[in-house]
């Protein structure tokens, strides 16, 4: 199984916000330190927000922080709800499928397989996480943008 761009930039954004959990990060920022274009980040932000997983305050002091349902949520629940598909693996009838009408398992074993990663990933949650180290994993960013 592969997840989507949408998917990983979403999850990015976070465990990124996750662990600034007491300040808010501006799209700016959250591309910067991710290194996510801010025309996919706009998409991500509005989507999280939708889902009530960010909150999002616009103006001077605004900005995107996370939300508890998000600090709550099983990860397998946010990566369910993010790939936004009820059957991410195969689609027997998006494309004309020669084996429907003979009662073919592969869907079902698929099925299957997709309910245990998802089962398997809600034991975690985005506190599971969490960077000892976070301050080293952008401090090469801030070191180039002083010489720049």
Same mark, same amino acid.
């Given at each position: 199984?592969?997840?989507?761009?949408?998917?990983? /930039?979403?999850?990015?954004?976070?465990?990124?916000?996750?662990?600034?959990?007491?300040?808010?990060?501006?799209?700016?920022?959250?591309?910067?330190?991710?290194?996510?274009?801010?025309?996919?980040?706009?998409?991500?932000?509005?989507?999280?927000?939708?889902?009530?997983?960010?909150?999002?305050?616009?103006?001077?002091?605004?900005?995107?922080?996370? %939300?508890?349902?998000?600090?709550?949520?099983?990860?397998?629940?946010?990566?369910?709800?993010?790939?936004?598909?009820?059957?991410?693996?195969?689609?027997?009838? %998006?494309?004309?499928?020669?084996?429907?009408? /003979?009662?073919?398992?592969?869907?079902?074993?698929?099925?299957?397989?997709?309910?245990?990663?998802?089962?398997?990933?809600?034991?975690?949650?985005?506190?599971?996480?969490?960077?000892?180290?976070?301050?080293?994993?952008?401090?090469?960013?801030?070191?180039?943008?002083?010489?720049?």
């Amino acid at each position: 199984m592969k997840l989507n761009h949408f998917t990983d /930039y979403s999850l990015r954004v976070l465990i990124y916000l996750n662990q600034n959990d007491k300040a808010s990060s501006s799209l700016d920022e959250l591309s910067e330190r991710l290194n996510i274009l801010r025309n996919h980040l706009i998409k991500v932000v509005q989507f999280l927000s939708k889902k009530e997983l960010v909150l999002t305050k616009r103006g001077k002091n605004g900005g995107i922080t996370i %939300s508890e349902k998000a600090q709550k949520k099983g990860l397998g629940d946010l990566i369910h709800l993010l790939e936004q598909d009820d059957s991410p693996i195969i689609n027997c009838f %998006s494309k004309s499928c020669v084996f429907v009408s /003979y009662e073919c398992k592969l869907k079902s074993f698929l099925d299957i397989a997709y309910q245990a990663f998802i089962d398997s990933m809600n034991q975690h949650q985005l506190s599971d996480l969490a960077f000892n180290n976070w301050e080293i994993i952008f401090a090469g960013q801030e070191n180039t943008a002083n010489q720049t």
